[in-house]
């Protein structure tokens, strides 16, 4: 089993960025599909970006078009987003998670389409 770990969090000024990184462990990405999600306090897991490690598409929702970019490091098994033009309301804990590949593309922008999860890391944007 693929285990993940984040890193990259932290505390920022909005107009600022940040990169978040996803190491798995256990196992690479081969044959996995990747994603980022966020919550916020109170609110639901809402989808961010994917990709399938072994490429084909990437895809982001639309709040974050233009602004993020997820991204792949096969040598480091690393899977990276970075965040730019932060917004206090992007304001939450990420989370990457890993999926099997397999399934239309609208899956994977569910919590559904994924069976491993990171423990998440904090991005706190201030105005």
């Known amino acids: 089993q693929v285990q993940l770990v984040e890193s990259g969090g932290g505390s920022v000024q909005a107009g600022g960025s940040l990169r978040l990184s996803c190491a798995a462990s256990?196992?690479?990405?081969?044959?996995?599909?990747v994603g980022w999600f966020r919550q916020a306090p109170g609110k639901e897991r809402e989808f961010v970006a994917a990709?399938?490690?072994?490429?084909?598409?990437?895809y982001y929702a639309d709040s974050v078009k233009g602004r993020f970019t997820i991204s792949r490091d096969n040598a480091k098994n690393t899977v990276y987003l970075q965040i730019n033009s932060l917004k206090p309301e992007d304001t939450a804990a990420y989370y990457c998670?890993?999926?099997?590949?397999?399934?239309?593309?609208?899956?994977?922008?569910?919590?559904?389409?994924?069976?491993?999860w990171g423990q998440g890391t904090q991005v706190t944007v201030s105005s």
């Open positions: 998670a890993a999926g099997p590949t397999g399934g239309v593309v609208a899956l994977y922008t569910t919590p559904g389409g994924y069976t491993r």
């Open positions: 256990g196992r690479s990405f081969s044959s996995y599909v």
């Open positions: 990709m399938p490690w072994d490429g084909g598409y990437t």
